[in-house]
């Protein structure tokens, strides 16, 4: 099993930025303090209603087109900051997945954009991702050969309970979201050298990661694809 280069680099971008990394299992919390510009909320049977009704309650003037639906967790991010909502009637596992999962959001779809435009562009391009400006021709060009978008972002990135959608980019977003989730609070290196078997592994994940049943289970499949039981080609696959 192979991690993506691009789940090890912001993955290590992460804990780089908090400057020191957790011991297992994690919830991402004190990084998040110490190295991004996100807030955590928490909101019993959070759904788009009331995040709607949590933003304007403390004077954040942001429009969220979506319809009404419970979610898990979602993130909003603006201005180079975000905010992460849980819903706390969930269990510590679950909230614990849910707040990894919004991270890779904000670090994939959000931080590293702007970081890539900005080495690009130099940092007068943050006025368009920001809405202050539209872009100028040279910006525009840019953004289509590197393919990075560069304009104004209000992210309404969610994890709902049911997880699905018929939507092909929307699905891609999450799966990678989801990849990069599980590196953070399981790094593959550090899960694959115990050289477990698929039915261990999935126990392992939970207990000593704190990953929920399901987002385990996946995990799982990923590190130890079918017909891969011995621990031999856990090793042998193992590259970072």
Request: proline share 8%.
């Amino acid at each position: 099993m192979n991690t993506p280069l691009w789940v090890s680099e912001l993955a290590a971008a992460f804990w780089e930025q908090a400057g020191e990394e957790e011991p297992f299992p994690r919830d991402l919390r004190r990084g998040i303090a110490l190295g991004l510009p996100l807030s955590v909320v928490t909101i019993p049977a959070l759904s788009v209603g009331g995040v709607r009704r949590w933003l304007a309650h403390n004077g954040v003037n942001l429009v969220i087109d979506a319809p009404e639906h419970n979610l898990r967790a979602c993130l909003v991010a603006r201005f180079g900051r975000g905010i992460v909502f849980l819903d706390a009637a969930d269990p510590p596992d679950e909230q614990r997945f849910s707040l990894a999962h919004e991270v890779a959001h904000y670090l994939r779809d959000y931080w590293k954009p702007r970081q890539e435009a900005v080495k690009g562009l130099g940092p007068g391009v943050l006025e368009v991702f920001d809405g202050r400006r539209a872009p100028s021709p040279a910006e525009q060009v840019y953004s289509l050969l590197a393919r990075i978008p560069v304009e104004a972002h209000l992210h309404l990135m969610e994890r709902s309970p049911e997880g699905f959608t018929s939507d092909l980019r929307v699905r891609r977003a999450e799966a990678q979201a989801d990849r990069l989730a599980f590196e953070l609070l399981a790094p593959a290196e550090h899960v694959l050298a115990g050289s477990f078997e698929r039915n261990r592994l999935m126990e392992v994940l939970c207990r000593v990661y704190g990953l929920p049943r399901v987002p385990a289970q996946q995990y799982a499949s990923t590190l130890l694809p079918e017909g891969e039981h011995s621990p031999w080609l856990l090793r042998l696959g193992l590259r970072r």
